[in-house]
């Protein structure tokens, strides 16, 4: 986990600012199979850009936020406090930025030269025992539990599927870490890169625009197998806009 400094966030969002997208609303390894037909690989990352459940097919379905957090998180340190946890019967979700989380097994591009924030730890260990791969692994990071919202009273535990949602990209990933109590908005290098967000730790990520929605009771066992993150994350988005589309027609 680590915790963007104030000057970092600004230099980063300088950076960014072009390409960010609106604010949100107000409201701490596995060899890689070669692509399929439908399937796109981004240095190493298995994603699936056809034939998959749409970015906007998701986001219709979190247009309303029943809150559950207990207050709101901030995005960097020192930020005001502006992003709730929201939920719904099947998962829940929060829209904020992306910090990039290169935290685990160190490597070439995560490491204590690249990271000024860098832990060799992951919250959530990996099949072989040993912290995750951020370079490696798409995984997104919670919140460590608070009086503001426990992640384990809502059906999320490390290995959780969840989808992340940016511009017109949707891209799968486990729960694989936590971060700060009171800051929300962090996932690791290889789902920013997925993304086709600057995964530089060091004055990457994005300023605004990521949707996390994390599905309740799921998981992905062992956690580092990213090819079965993509397929329950794919079930799970059918279903998931499934639900919304049945309870539009009433059925």
Known sequence: MRVQSLTLAAASAALLAPAALPAPVD???RPRRAPVV???VVQGAVVRDAGGVGAAELLARLRHCDQISH???RTDAGAPRTVPVCGTPDAVFWK???DIDCDGAPGRRCNSRTDPYFSDTTAFAGSN???LDAERLPYVVVPVPSETWDYRAHGVRGGSVAAVVYRDRVRYAVVGDTGPRDIIGEASYAAARALGIRPDPHGGGT?????????KDSRVSPIDDEEAAVREGERLARAFVGARAAAVSGG
């Open 207 to 215: 300023g605004s625009g990521v949707t996390y929605i994390v599905f």
């Open 71 to 73: 207050g709101r998180y």
């Open 129 to 131: 025992g040993r912290p």
């Open 96 to 98: 904020a930025d992306l």
């Open 27 to 29: 409201t701490a390894h």
């Open 38 to 40: 439908g399937d796109a």
